[in-house]
């Protein structure tokens, strides 16, 4: 019912920037949150960044400082900018969001995204 996307992924080297885009689409009528998660290879996914409806964001303590989500509630998208890279951020990145639907009833499923890998050289 509800397809992510992820783009923006690629190869820099430490101290670089990249912005990673989100775009949903399909049957839904709202999106509560929106995450962004990462997972290197033989680790576990981690929460890197979290933006309300409203606007409110959260970051993971590794990334703060470093990194922003941004969302645009008129396109269904959510973005993270990505400054300061080092090595240990490669991983891939997944997209998540809370989409709301209200037929039979209201209510919200978490959705995933793909992925899309980031490698950052030292």
């Known amino acids: 019912q509800v397809q992510l996307v992820e783009s923006g992924g690629g190869l820099v080297q430490a101290g670089e920037s990249l912005r990673l885009s989100c775009q949903a689409s399909?049957?839904?009528?709202?999106?509560?949150?929106m995450n962004w998660y990462r997972q290197a290879p033989g680790k576990q996914r981690d929460l890197v960044a979290t933006?309300?409806?409203?606007?409110?964001?959260d970051y993971g303590d590794s990334v703060k400082g470093r990194f922003t989500i941004s969302r645009d509630n008129g396109k269904n998208m959510v973005f993270l900018q990505m400054n300061s890279l080092e090595p240990e951020d490669t991983a891939v990145y997944y997209c998540r969001v809370a989409a709301v639907t209200i037929s039979p009833s209201l209510k919200a499923t978490l959705y995933w995204g793909q992925g899309t890998q980031v490698n950052v050289s030292s």
């Open positions: 933006i309300t409806r409203g606007g409110s964001t």
């Open positions: 399909g049957s839904f009528f709202s999106i509560n949150d």
